[in-house]
């Protein structure tokens, strides 16, 4: 019984023990683009909103969708940054009611926050954001 459990015992270290992962990506590139104004089309402003819901952090009604409203540096938007899931989706749902654009420039956010539950928001937060931006695409010569 005594080698049985040490060899179960090195069988599992052995496996859970031998486990690690490399993830490499490119968030974005070094290359630089120089375009004046008169190669793109630019839009008049247009308004798209967006309401994400969260529990523990987790955005639970988008986790497993194509529009998981990521929060980061995009690099199809011009002079704002994305902080928030809410914020993300709403770009994404911008640039989808107005397809065949390919920049959102200068972004500006409108947030609300709910936190129903004494005013905590690690434990559930709603967020409903509108953006109004410009959007750009390249002219065809």
């Known amino acids: 019984m005594k080698k049985f ?10 496996i859970l023990g031998g486990c690690s992962s490399y993830v490499k990506n490119l968030e974005t590139s070094n290359s630089v683009l120089k375009l004046d ?30 529009q998981a409203g990521v929060a980061g540096k995009m690099p199809y938007v011009i002079g704002g940054n994305v902080t928030t899931t809410a914020r993300g989706l709403a770009v994404y749902n911008l640039l989808k009611e107005n397809p065949g654009y390919d920049v ?36 065809t010569k």
């Open 5 to 14: 459990f040490l060899a179960a015992l090195a069988a599992a270290t052995f």
């Open 104 to 139: 959102v420039i200068y972004p500006h956010f409108d947030s609300e926050y709910h936190r129903p539950f004494l005013g905590i928001s690690f434990i559930t937060t709603k967020e409903t954001t509108t953006v109004t931006a410009r959007l750009g695409k390249l002219k």
């Open 37 to 66: 104004v008169e190669d793109l089309e630019i839009t008049e402003q247009i308004t798209a909103t967006a309401t994400a819901t969260t529990i523990f952090g987790i955005n639970w009604a988008h986790l497993f969708s194509d």
